[in-house]
């Protein structure tokens, strides 16, 4: 929120539902800030791009990158831009923000792996208003395919994109039944701002020769009451005010 505030720009909205998400999976994940290289390491793909901050947040936590680097969210010359840069950014695998691009880019990795005969697993992170491009069917059709149980995809599925709620735009139908139906093994979260079932569900072993997809329902604007399920906040930053106001809520939460 102090990235946004500070640029006056960025997408708080879908940021704060993927909050625990991201955690959750960077917990599991194989990796030391220490070598972002390491070729064996386990990746991460957001491909919901314009999460960002939340991604970076998670980076800095662990170490990858100074924090101090905040401050300069979304400013020229950068390593921290609206969109992740594997260029720039120490600890990003991928460079993302155009949606559906994001799981192709995962699915390619985790074949990649198991091809070299490596343990690596791979993630990646999807916003339900991504669903409705093509593309991303087709990689989850290549990842049953080729049967990669070494890939996890979780869907960050709060219900709203940046013209209105999914069923305005495009109705997704019934999402379980769409991922089963490609051969993908499905974990359904009806809360996926919980910490603790995110991390359960991640740390359950992968079915034999199927990639596993979390559906995970989740709140956009989590933990900041004027942004919770409201759609305008998908891009828009906030005053000044309005920072301290949701500041002062995330801190209280924080405790919890």
């Avoid at 704060?16 to 599991?28: M, P, T």
């Avoid at 993302?96 to 490596?118: D, E």
């Avoid at 869907?155 to 139908?173: A, C, E, H, K, Y």
Wanted: a negative charge.
């Amino acid at each position: 929120m102090e990235m946004i505030g500070a640029a006056s720009s960025g997408h708080p909205g879908g940021s704060l539902s993927a909050v625990e998400l991201i955690a959750g999976i960077y917990a599991q994940m194989r990796v030391d800030p220490r070598y972002p290289e390491d070729p064996d390491r386990d990746r991460f793909i957001l491909s919901k791009g314009h999460a960002a901050p939340c991604y970076y947040a998670v980076l800095g936590e662990l170490g990858f990158f100074d924090k101090n680097e905040f401050q300069h969210f979304r400013q020229l010359h950068s390593i921290l831009q609206g969109h992740p840069d594997a260029k720039k950014v120490p600890g990003v695998d991928a460079s993302t923000g155009s949606l559906g691009q994001g799981v192709s880019v995962a699915v390619g990795m985790a074949l990649g792996a198991k091809t070299a005969g490596k343990a690596s697993r791979v993630y990646t992170l999807l916003g339900d208003g991504e669903l409705q491009e093509g593309q991303v069917w087709e990689a989850c059709t290549a990842a049953a395919h080729y049967g990669l149980d070494n890939l996890t995809i979780v869907i960050d599925n709060n219900g709203l994109q940046i013209d209105g709620t999914n069923d305005q735009v495009m109705s997704l139908g019934n999402l379980r039944l769409r991922f089963e139906a490609l051969g993908m093994d499905v974990i359904e979260l009806s809360d996926g701002n919980d910490l603790s079932a995110v991390c359960h569900a991640l740390a359950i072993p992968p079915a034999y020769g199927k990639p596993r997809c979390i559906i995970a329902h989740t709140v956009k604007g989590k933990g900041v009451s004027f942004m919770e399920n409201q759609v305008g906040w998908h891009g828009k930053a906030p005053s000044p005010q309005e920072l301290q106001m949701a500041l002062k809520e995330l801190e209280g939460s924080g405790d919890e």
